[in-house]
C-alpha cells in the first residue's frame, strides 16, 4: 500500500496538472514496483507561499522582490 505526498506551492497548478500527476505516479509505482494501482495513494499538498521558503526567505517574498527590481 504505498502512499506518495507531492508538496507543491499553491501557484497555478491546475486541477488536470493534479490529475497527471496522481496518475504518472501511480504508474509509475505499478511499473517500477509492481504496485496494485488500488491500493496506491497519492496525495498533493498545495502549500502558500508564505509558508514555503528558499534561500532563506518565504517564496512570497522572494517573488515580491523579483517584480520590484
Not at 3 to 19: F, M
Not at 40 to 66: A, H, K
Amino acid at each position: 500500500m504505498p502512499y506518495v505526498n507531492i508538496k507543491v506551492t499553491d501557484l497555478g497548478v491546475t486541477r488536470e496538472q493534479k490529475a497527471r500527476l496522481i496518475a504518472g505516479v501511480t504508474q509509475l509505482l505499478q511499473d517500477v514496483l509492481q504496485k496494485n494501482p488500488a491500493t496506491t495513494f497519492v496525495v498533493i499538498d498545495e502549500v502558500n507561499t508564505d509558508n514555503w521558503g528558499t534561500g532563506g526567505i518565504q517564496v512570497s517574498e522572494r517573488d515580491r522582490l523579483q517584480h520590484l527590481g
